[in-house]
Each structure stands twice: as structure tokens, then as C-alpha cells.
């Protein structure tokens, strides 16, 4: 299997994409093309004495910032390092691409230029740091979502979790302020009563304050709410940590105690990683396509790349595709999509 990784656009330097890359190759035998500043890559691995082995480079020096806007990747900047890699897996030249560049670029990059399936609308499914893998969608894809859209989110999010978490029937929760059925707006009370309806296992809304104790498999949301609950989950986590590190560090006892809970500590520390799931699929789109988070280090970069073949290898997309003609939209066939 063939990763195709965007090395440039990100927060850290290219040595950390690299470095990702070289780790997964070890790790999953795959092989890797690294599209950006050739000779920024290939300083970094002359400078780490690394290995080429079943890595190739596709030169691409010019990058999407974070402050271009989402359409520069098919107008503007057509020769960046996202665009050249997207178009390579439109074209057949690697089984999926990763890039941890401008969310918005890269969803107007996948939709343009690999496309999505036919009559759906892309989001983004991030499997939050918990108790236990919980998957919301959308996580920041989508600003103005209707009823039919997080039905359709709702749907490939099953469809994910069924295929790459093993989860029979995952129960699937509308995020909302209150629990009840006529809780929050117009679009929360639509889409409460069209997941009801739907082949789905709805469970009903779910509060901020319920998400962390895993009442549902499957969250679902418009994309600026998703992204909100996202960046907080991951910076409470940090949060936590840090305060425990704080209080075994009070006197000698709690330094003491922290020899014995080492370990507990250390997998406490592993399950609120957000850089453990490395990244996050975009759905809908018709090949597979991963944004890792913007400040990706090698570790997360090494674990988009795992998330990128376990998702192209599981025949998710296939599945979302076969079932498009139950999830596709009025609105969607009307513009052709």
C-alpha cells in the first residue's frame, strides 16, 4: 500500500513529517511518497541519516498556509504540495493521502479535485480521546448543515465504526442542549425526528456533559460545534495531565506514589492522546483522504499514516458508496453533486 503525505502546510517543520514517515515504514511496511520541499526532505534525512527505503519525494516547494482561503488548493495555488498530492490520488498513484494543512483547503481539495461520492456531503470523523473510541462527525467540515446532511453523517459514521472498530449496531447520539426530543432548534428538533425514522440506532440527544463517559458510539453535530467539543476534549485532556503530573510532584509520599501508578499513569496519558489516532478521515469523500491535526509531531504524523491504511484497506468507502443512494439528498441531486 502506497501513503501519499503532504509534508508542508503544517505547524512543525518538515523533519517531523519525515520523521512520521520513516517510523511508519518500519512499522507498517508501507511505502511512502513525500510530496513538499524536495530539498528541505531531503535535509532532513541527511541530517537524521535515515533510510530512503520504499520512500519516494514529489517535489512541491509551494504550500496552502493557514490563513489562505479554502478555495486557494484548486484556484490559486495549484502547484502546492496539497493539490499535487490530491491530484496523485485522483489519479491512482497511492491508496490514500494525509495532510495535516488548512482544514478547509483540504476539504475543497478532496471535493474537487478526488471528489465525493455521489449526493453526499464530506465531514470529518474524529474519534474523540475517551473512555472508549467515540466518533464525531462532524468534527469541522461543515459550518451550515440541514436535517438530511447529519442523517448522512449519522450513516457513514455507522458505517465507520461497524468496519474499523468492530462495533455491531453503534449507537449513534444527536448533540443538542438538553435531552429531550423539543430541546434546541429548529434543525435539532428536524433531525431528531429524521434519525428516528432512519435505519440508524438512535439513541436521542446527547449533552456536553455526557460525552465524555462514552453514552454513544457515534456523536453527531454541525462542523463548528464539533470542532469546539473536539478542542476542548483534547486541551482538557492536556489539562489533566498536567494537573496530575502537578499533584504527584507536591512532597515525597505523592512522589512516592507515582513509582507505584507509573504505569496507570502512563496509560491515562496514552487514552487522552489525541495524537494517538493520528488523524481523522474525511467521509463522503470517494477515496480515501486523512487530516491530521495542524501541530501533527512525528508520533501523530506516524499514526495518520496507520489511520490512512486501516481506512483504505477496510472497504469503508465501498460500503458508504454502496448505500449513497439511501443517504443522497434532494438538494444534492439537484446541483448534481
Known amino acids: 500500500m502506497r501513503i501519499i503525505l503532504d509534508v508542508m502546510g503544517g505547524d512543525n517543520p518538515v523533519e517531523e513529517f519525515v520523521a512520521g514517515a520513516v517510523a511508519a515504514v518500519k512499522e507498517f511496511g508501507c511505502d511512502i511518497t513525500l510530496v513538499g520541499d524536495e530539498i528541505q526532505i531531503l535535509t532532513a534525512f541527511a541530517d537524521n541519516n535515515y533510510s530512503m527505503d520504499k520512500i519516494e519525494i514529489v517535489d512541491a516547494p509551494n504550500y496552502i498556509t493557514m490563513e489562505d482561503s479554502a478555495m ?59 473512555a472508549k473510541p467515540t466518533l464525531l462527525v462532524d468534527s469541522g467540515a461543515n459550518i451550515n448543515v440541514t436535517p438530511e446532511n447529519l442523517e448522512q453523517f449519522a450513516k457513514m459514521g455507522s458505517i465507520y465504526m461497524e468496519r474499523l472498530h468492530n462495533i455491531k449496531e453503534p449507537t449513534v447520539a444527536l448533540l443538542n442542549n438538553g ?88 496509560a491515562m496519558k496514552k487514552k487522552f492522546d489525541a495524537s494517538e489516532y493520528g488523524g481523522a478521515p474525511l467521509l463522503g469523500i470517494s477515496k480515501p483522504v486523512i487530516k491530521a491535526h495542524g501541530s501533527s509531531d512525528a508520533k501523530a504524523v506516524k499514526n495518520a499514516i496507520k489511520q490512512a491504511i486501516y481506512y483504505a484497506s477496510t472497504g469503508i468507502i465501498i460500503e458508504i458508496a454502496r448505500q449513497s443512494s439511501q443517504l443522497t439528498t434532494k438538494e444534492s441531486v439537484q446541483a448534481g453533486e
Do not use: C, W
Not at 230 to 256: C, D, P, V, Y
Open 179 to 266: 435531552s429531550e426530543e423539543t430541546k434546541g432548534t429548529d434543525l435539532h428538533r428536524e433531525t431528531y425526528q429524521k434519525l428516528m425514522q432512519s435505519d440508524v440506532n438512535f439513541i436521542g440527544n446527547i449533552e456536553g456533559k455526557d460525552i465524555p463517559f462514552g453514552k454513544a458510539d457515534i456523536i453527531v453535530t454541525d462542523g463548528f460545534t464539533g470542532n469546539v467539543v473536539l478542542k476542548l476534549t483534547e486541551g482538557f485532556g492536556k489539562f489533566m495531565i498536567e494537573q496530575l503530573k502537578e499533584l504527584f510532584k507536591k512532597n515525597a509520599m505523592t512522589m512516592a506514589t507515582t513509582l507505584i501508578l507509573r504505569s496507570s499513569i502512563k
Open 72 to 130: 486557494s488548493v484548486v484556484r490559486e495555488k495549484k502547484d502546492s504540495s496539497m493539490n499535487v498530492g490530491l491530484k496523485m490520488l485522483a489519479e491512482g498513484q497511492g491508496d490514500a493521502f494525509v495532510s495535516s494543512g488548512n482544514t478547509g483547503a483540504l476539504l475543497a481539495g478532496a471535493t474537487f479535485i478526488v471528489r465525493r461520492i455521489r449526493g453526499l456531503r464530506a465531514a470529518i470523523g474524529t474519534i474523540l480521546p475517551l
